[in-house]
């Protein structure tokens, strides 16, 4: 059974930065490709960045790209997201969510593409 553990969420002011983290167990990590999601209150879920097996290709939605950073390390199944320079429109629920299609060879945009889902994380950001 895929779990996916997000943690690293709080509550913060604009301006500063925050790391999101996000363990998986229960697949082998290295075939994956690993996604942050977020819903913002009232809102559909969003694409945020989204990564392939090895890191080597990333996609980002426009509204993050420059402010944010996703990353992996296979020897710790993990993924994570650092968030920079963060505005309150970065206010949401984020999720982790990976995918075991193409052998992680590509990053995927839509939701529909990922197969598991963390119970996700709050960010905060107050102006």
């Known amino acids: 059974q895929v779990q996916l553990v997000e943690s690293g969420g709080g509550w913060v002011q604009a301006g500063d930065s925050l790391r999101l983290s996000c363990a998986a167990s229960g697949r082998t990590f290295i075939t994956s490709t690993m996604g942050w999601f977020r819903q913002a209150s009232g809102k559909g879920r969003e694409l945020v960045a989204s990564i392939n097996w090895n890191g080597g290709d990333t996609e980002y939605a426009d509204s993050v790209k420059g402010r944010f950073t996703i990353s992996r390390d296979n020897a710790k199944s993990a993924v994570y997201l650092q968030m920079n320079s963060l505005a309150p429109e970065d206010t949401a629920v984020y999720y982790c969510?990976?995918?075991?299609?193409?052998?992680?060879?590509?990053?995927?945009?839509?939701?529909?593409?990922?197969?598991?889902w963390g119970q996700g994380t709050p960010v905060t950001v107050s102006s």
């Open positions: 969510a990976a995918a075991w299609r193409l052998m992680g060879r590509t990053p995927l945009l839509r939701i529909e593409d990922y197969d598991y």
